[in-house]
């Protein structure tokens, strides 16, 4: 019974995970080599799946990391149901449209790598609110607008890019 009650509760939990990779999976438009395609299927465990790396104890999601892979589409805002993601690495695909604002829900994120894609919109403020945040790099897309001020209030932040894009307005003098 006990067994049962833990396995419901875990099961549930890390399926929320696989429904927000499968979610963001969706928004994949293009795939050209079929990688998510082929590998992200339901029959496997999505620890297993390509780009993905799991906490040992809880199997739920630290890392997606899809750098280099040819993929373009939108970012799902169902990314912010990874609740334990430390690092997010994109970088050097197609991806297009806006960052969603639900990322800055990520707490656990020490890594946002989306350079080198065609993102555009505003950087979200939420991303001010990332306190483990220790590597930022927005550079190369087409992101308009200000960068919020909160993100110069991260104490966690070691390193930003923010080159190559659109960008306007003023830095905070206390920054
Ligand atoms: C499942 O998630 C809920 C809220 O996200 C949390 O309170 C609960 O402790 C989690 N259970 C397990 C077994 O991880
Ligand atoms: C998906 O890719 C991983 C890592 O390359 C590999 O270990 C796994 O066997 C692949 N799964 C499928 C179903 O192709
Ligand atoms: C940043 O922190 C300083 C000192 O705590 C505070 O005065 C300022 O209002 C903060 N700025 C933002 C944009 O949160
Ligand atoms: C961010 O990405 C660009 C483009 O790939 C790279 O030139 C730059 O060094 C990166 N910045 C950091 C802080 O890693």
């Not at 339901?42 to 799991?54: A, D, E, L, M």
């Not at 505003?122 to 993100?151: H, M, R, V």
């Amino acid at each position: 019974m006990l067994y049962f009650f833990i396995y419901v509760v875990t099961s549930f939990n890390s399926s929320t995970d696989g429904y927000a990779l499968l979610a963001f999976k969706s928004q994949i438009t293009s795939d050209p080599n079929k990688i998510l395609t082929k590998n992200w299927s339901q029959g496997t465990s999505f620890c297993n799946w390509i780009g993905i790396t799991c906490g040992t104890r809880h199997k739920r999601v630290r890392g997606l990391n899809l750098a280099n892979m040819g993929i373009g589409g939108t970012i799902t805002k169902e990314i912010g149901g990874l609740s334990f993601l430390r690092s997010l690495i994109i970088s050097n695909n197609n991806f297009h449209g806006f960052i969603p604002d639900k990322m800055g829900k990520l707490s656990q994120l020490r890594e946002i790598e989306i350079q080198n894609n065609e993102l555009n919109g505003a950087i979200p403020t939420s991303l001010g609110f990332l306190e483990n945040l220790q590597k930022l790099n927005l550079s190369y897309n087409k992101l308009i607008g200000d960068i919020p001020n909160k993100i110069f209030n991260l104490s966690s932040l070691v390193e930003i890019s923010f080159g190559d894009n659109i960008l306007s307005g003023s830095l905070p003098t206390d920054m």
